[in-house]
């Protein structure tokens, strides 16, 4: 019940192109939802997040996309550059959890080509 | 503010060997985890504190690893004896208790020979 699913394992996009990552999970009692980006040799790093009572949320190329009833939610990258290249992680979180724990996903490695 | 600070930054040592990790939370942040992160298991939480105080340390794999928490501003995590299978990055994140984000240090990268 606490699993984050993330999917796939590794992504290679063209430079200028749409990134997709695609994260499940069970627990219907998270209600926060953040995407972490993690460049090697560096701790992951907020990206962007949400909670359940909103279906979008945009900050500028990154968006995520949340489907409640699904219970899927996913991070779209568009016009993908270079620097984009990461390992990027989604995570869910309850808040009346004993210590608003983060449960994260495997992790997606992006690369980006010129 | 400096961020999440942690050292050593590597640390090689032979197994048998004591090894600490030590974490410095940002200022203000009075919540502290410690994660593993390896290629076979992600990113695991080991133990987490809050105000100082352990509330939840199930993340533990084994007695061999202990985490204290002396004051607000620092907090280490020790493995004795360390193996070659205790290899990995240990990452060390704090969050104000009122807020979601945690922000993470750098990470330490343990090998163990």
């Known amino acids: 019940q606490q699993q984050v699913k993330q999917s796939p394992q590794s992504l290679i996009v063209q430079k200028g192109g749409i990134s997709i990552i695609n994260c499940a999970y069970e627990n219907t009692a998270f209600d926060y939802f953040p995407w972490y980006q993690q460049f090697p040799g560096k701790g992951p790093a907020l990206l962007i997040a949400i909670r359940p009572d909103v279906s979008e949320k945009k900050e500028g190329r990154f968006t995520i996309s949340f489907n409640k009833s699904a219970k899927q939610f996913s991070l779209h990258i568009m016009d993908s550059q270079p620097g984009d290249s990461a390992t990027y992680f989604c995570?869910?979180?309850?808040?009346?959890?004993?210590?608003?724990?983060?449960?994260f996903g495997g992790g997606t490695r992006v690369l980006v080509k010129p | 503010d400096a961020g999440v600070i942690q050292s050593p930054r590597h640390e090689v040592t032979e197994m048998g060997q004591e090894v600490t990790l030590r974490c410095k939370p940002i200022?203000?942040?009075?919540?502290l985890f410690w994660y593993r992160q390896t290629m076979m298991r992600g990113l695991e939480l080991l133990i987490y504190f809050n105000n100082n105080v352990p509330i939840d340390d199930s993340g533990m794999p084994e007695d061999r690893f202990s985490a204290k928490m002396p004051n607000a501003s620092f907090s280490t995590l020790k493995i004795q004896p360390s193996e070659p299978r205790d290899s990995a990055v240990y990452f060390c994140?704090?969050?104000?208790?009122?807020?979601?984000?945690?922000?993470f240090g750098p990470g330490t990268r343990l090998t163990v020979t």
């Open positions: 995570a869910a979180s309850m808040l009346k959890a004993a210590g608003n724990k983060l449960t």
């Open positions: 200022s203000g942040h009075n919540s």
């Open positions: 994140a704090s969050r104000w208790t009122g807020g979601r984000e945690q922000y």
